[in-house]
C-alpha cells in the first residue's frame, strides 16, 4: 500500500536511496534497508523502517550542509528529527540521497 504525504495528502512515490561506497570488489550498489518515500506534489521526503511503522520526516539541507559529507554530491542530504539518547546527548540521522550513506551525528541546536 502506498502511504499518503504527510504534508499535502498526496500519493507518494518511492524514492531509490542506493548504498554506493564502500562497495567491496566492485560491488553492485544495494538499497538501504529502509524504504524511502517522496512525494511529487510538495518535495517532502522521509523513510519507513518496516512496513506498517510510520514514515519518518526528513528535512532537505540548505546552506552548506546541504552537500553530501561523504561523497560530495550537492543538495544531497536530508535530516531526521533530533532524538535524546540515554545518557543525555542530542542527535540527529544523516542519509545522503545520492549514495545512500548514513550517520547518527551530535545534533548542533538546529
Known amino acids: 500500500m502506498t502511504p499518503a504525504c504527510p504534508q499535502c495528502a498526496s500519493t507518494l512515490a518511492v524514492l531509490d536511496v542506493l548504498l554506493r561506497r564502500n562497495r567491496w570488489g566492485g560491488a553492485a550498489p544495494r538499497p538501504r534497508p529502509e524504504r524511502w518515500w517522496e512525494c511529487p506534489a510538495c518535495a517532502w521526503v522521509g523513510a519507513q523502517h518496516r512496513d506498517g511503522e510510520p514514515l519518518r520526516t526528513m528535512r532537505r539541507l540548505s546552506g552548506p550542509d546541504e552537500n553530501c559529507p561523504f561523497c560530495g554530491e550537492e543538495e544531497s542530504s536530508v535530516v531526521g528529527e533530533p532524538w535524546r539518547r540515554p545518557d543525555g546527548e542530542l542527535r540527529r ?15 548542533t541546536g538546529d
Open 93 to 107: 540521522w544523516l542519509v545522503c540521497l545520492a549514495c545512500g550513506t548514513g550517520n547518527s551525528l551530535r545534533a
